[in-house]
């Protein structure tokens, strides 16, 4: 059975019609996905790092301490076994990115000790320190394009993950 020729036109016009729609859905289906695995990689990041500055807080049994010290605490100076000691929090954050290794972008991370409501900067509430029971919280945050908001016009979006843990050294 052969279709008329006004058919075949009919056929094309409406394929034309529906294939930027399907284009749109199936970029689109990409995109949830890569916001679903680069947002996996930010809570990772922010968990990651938030362990490491409770498991090396300031305690005489850690080499290289991280964080704001204890009054008591004797820090080293600045080695290569050592390249931040305390009171920097740039080991915490150097941590941080090796978890971001592919989400691209720049990625920021913040660092915060004590009881501090947002943390979208290195703030320490007043007196806060790397003792046992101090909550340290890791912010991270990346902004990221996608295919399917550009085509309407859209910008890029950012997305932030933030892990809260107690030191327990």
Not at 63 to 86: F, K, T
């Amino acid at each position: 059975m052969s279709l008329h020729r006004s058919e075949r036109g009919q056929s094309l016009v409406e394929f034309a019609l529906i294939l930027p729609v399907l284009i749109l859905l199936l970029v689109g289906t990409f995109d949830i996905g890569h916001v679903v695995w680069t947002n996996d990689a930010l809570s990772n990041a922010a968990r990651e790092a938030a362990r490491y500055a409770i498991v090396h807080g300031g305690s005489d049994s850690t080499p290289c301490p991280v964080g704001p010290p204890p009054i008591e605490l004797q820090v080293p100076a600045a080695s290569a076994d050592c390249p931040y000691p305390s009171p920097s929090v740039q080991a915490i954050k150097d941590r941080a990115t090796k978890w971001l290794a592919g989400v691209g972008g720049t990625p920021s991370v913040w660092v915060c000790y004590g009881d501090v409501d947002v943390c979208d900067a290195d703030t320490n509430e007043a007196g806060a320190d790397n003792t046992r029971g101090t909550k340290v919280t890791v912010t991270v945050t990346t902004s990221m394009g996608l295919s399917a908001p550009a085509m309407l016009g859209l910008g890029p979006i950012t997305l932030t993950a933030s892990s809260t843990m107690l030191v327990n050294h």
